[in-house]
């Protein structure tokens, strides 16, 4: 009774989502929440093992989903028609991992799909609530303070980044789909790994639990909201002059969601977790770098943001990882982050006055211990191998398959 009454209650759950609680408004309006359920449709095709027809009908829920919710706005970025419809055939794929289990076939990996599914959707349902409590709780932002630190390293950088993206409207629009695209290059790296009977020492399912409601957790001690929401319009054309910045906090209507980077954060644990695969290694960290860019291009952090997050990466990487190394790491990237945090609040005035080649220094100092320290943690020697063969599928989804 038990396999049936938990997906009836998500087929319930996703049927008043939809029509009472915004499901379908949200993926036709909400770019982030598009690239999420984009990723639930990796999982349920990779990982689900739905047979041709189910996959096909599936594909048609997607396309008939999308017909009834049209998009009433003009699209954030190219290709967001074909986003939607990746988002809306993921929700399709519970429904018929759904069906499936309550019919009895292949009921053990269709649990399981719906499952992995579930992560993502109480993960934004969870993360959405923190972000408006932080907003709620913490409206003055440290803005200030972090761009006048900023301009230590001898640039407003964000700004700089800023201004080349004003360029080229192709390389702006790229640059926000890469921005975007993070919760699916996440479901993407777990699909990977769920794909292997052997899931390696660090439990990805746990690095993502963490870094999302730890690091939205950290915004509520140190609330900023980024260039772009500070300074408005003066972005990135027009960067302040510091010496009509007071090192304070100023209300600002905007949610706090800056320091540290968890877009830049996200990326650097992708790229550590997929270095067992060249290919695949190069594409993180391709993604990473670029992730960076976007991250200052779009206005949406500034340039200590990012390097705070390579400590905050660690801490959270060592706290999933199995390894002789793992309190070591653990202990290197908590205190690397506390020290940058406390520096913040304790002594900002001392931080925006520094020498540039002293900031450069610290952020060189923490951005190569953290990558020392990883090295150490995870040696290539630990990790698993990304590639797909039939051999090291699971168990369930190996018998599915036959």
Known sequence: ????????????????????????????????????????????????????????????????????????????????????????????????????????????????????????????????AMLRLASSMRPYKYDRILYSIDLRFGAPISFVAGGLFQTSLLLREFELVVYYLLPLAFAILYTAHLRKAQQGRTDILMMMCLNAVVGYGLYLLYPAAGPAYAFGASFPASPPLPLGLALQPVLLDAAPNAMPSLHMAGAVLIWWNSRSWKPAWWIAFAFMVLTALSALGTGEHYFLDLIVALPYALAIQAASTRSSYRMRALALGTAVTACWFLALRLAPEALAAAPVWLMWLLATGSVALSLIANARLTPKSHAIDLRYSAETEPAGVREANR
């Not at 909400?30 to 047979?51: E, M, R």
């Not at 396309?63 to 919710?69: G, N, R």
């Not at 993921?90 to 599914?117: Q, W």
């Open 1 to 128: 009774m038990f396999w049936k009454v938990l997906p009836l209650s998500l087929l319930s759950l996703l049927a008043y989502g939809a029509y009472r609680g915004g499901l379908f408004e949200l993926i036709s309006t909400n770019p982030p929440a598009q690239f999420t359920y984009f990723g639930i449709c990796v999982l349920y095709f990779f990982c689900g093992s739905p047979s041709l027809v189910e996959g096909l009908l599936a594909g048609a829920g997607g396309l008939a989903l999308v017909l009834f919710c049209p998009m009433t706005r003009p699209s954030d970025f190219p290709g967001e028609a074909l986003v939607r419809t990746g988002a809306f055939a993921g929700i399709s794929g519970m429904l018929a991992a759904s069906a499936r289990a309550i019919l009895g076939r292949n009921r053990r990996v269709a649990l399981d799909t719906i499952g992995h599914s579930l992560i993502f959707v109480v993960l934004g349902i969870v993360l959405g």
